[in-house]
Nanobody, 125 residues
Framework: QVQLVESGGGSVQAGGSLKLTCAVN????????MAWFRQAPGKEREGIAS??????ITYADSVKGRFTISKDNKNTLYLQMNSLSPEDTGIYYC????????????????????WGQGTQVTVSS
């Protein structure tokens, strides 16, 4: 069974940093297109960073210049988050286009059919 497993969430003070990790388990070839989404309290889930073919990167305006998405050759996705603010609080989801199911959301270059369980990020002022 293919799973996206996120880690690295937690609580931090404003101005701090966190690094999220998403491992693709059970899929030999990984994905050419992966992304991070987040859902703030009371809001809809939104795309914030995506990476296509290892180099085509898209950021939401709200995180541009503060967050960095990257992917290694072991199909692990990362999100380095710096200068965090309380507005960054929410559940962060990893998403991938693995061609396994109907794509449920589209953002950046791709649609995504596989999702992680989410990891909570809380930024206090």
């Amino acid at each position: 069974q293919v799973q996206l497993v996120e880690s690295g969430g937690g609580s931090v003070q404003a101005g701090g940093s966190l690094k999220l990790t998403c491992a693709v388990n059970g899929h030999q070839y990984g994905s050419r297109c992966m992304a991070w989404f987040r859902q703030a309290p009371g809001k809809e889930r939104e795309g914030i960073a995506s990476i296509y073919m290892d180099s085509d990167i898209t950021y939401a305006d709200s995180v541009k210049g503060r967050f960095t998405i990257s992917k290694d050759n072991k199909n692990t996705l990362y999100l380095q988050m710096n200068s965090l603010s309380p507005e960054d609080t929410g559940i962060y989801y990893c998403a991938a286009d693995l061609g396994l199911a109907i794509r449920t959301e589209y953002w950046g270059r791709c649609g995504y059919d596989t999702w992680g369980q989410g990891t909570q990020v809380t930024v206090s002022s």
